[in-house]
């Protein structure tokens, strides 16, 4: 009885004991350098503005030179009249404060200075409850931070964040 069983066994741990050992090209091909996934296209962000004035995201991190699409999206409710979004992008270095200030007296022009189009590198319409914008670009190639916000009155102290550009 003893010989029947362990007769009926080895067959089981021969197969167990196969089914775990890796091929040699399994473990050559295990040690390789871990593979990193192609993006098809630009990378998709999100963004939400609502009526508390806040966006959903306050820190973004890119690489160098990426093709990006961003999407911005009022989330909120009130009239644009009264809370109107945007999401502007300033080159590197810009003083934020002063571009908000500045840009607030200028409602005809979508809260963007006309004589500072080179301290803007893209920006959204200013967008209504329901609204979303898509917009694309190429990332600057100069690390660092880039403050974005939006430049509607007196939403700057809240709608604020920073595109960190890591090469």
């Not at 200030?101 to 319409?125: F, H, R, S």
Request: proline share 8%; with cysteine.
């Amino acid at each position: 009885m003893r010989t029947l069983a362990a007769f009926t066994l080895i067959p089981l741990l021969v197969a167990c004991g196969q089914a775990e050992t890796p091929s040699p090209d399994a473990s050559e091909t295990a040690s390789e350098t871990p593979v990193t996934p192609v993006h098809d296209g630009p990378r998709l962000f999100r963004i939400e503005a609502n009526d508390q004035m806040k966006y959903n995201l306050e820190m973004i991190e890119v690489q160098a030179g990426e093709a990006i699409q961003l999407t911005l999206v009022n989330v909120g409710s009130m009239p644009v009249e009264a809370m109107g979004h945007n999401w502007t992008l300033l080159a590197k270095d810009v003083d934020a404060d002063a571009y908000a200030m500045e840009a607030m007296k200028y409602k005809d022009n979508g809260y963007q200075v006309p004589d500072q189009t080179d301290n803007v590198l893209i920006t959204t319409k200013i967008l209504g409850p329901g609204e979303e914008e898509t917009i694309a670009f190429t990332v600057p190639t100069e690390p660092g931070p880039y403050k974005f916000l939006c430049t509607f009155p007196g939403h700057y102290g809240s709608m604020k964040g920073i595109l960190f550009v890591k090469s």
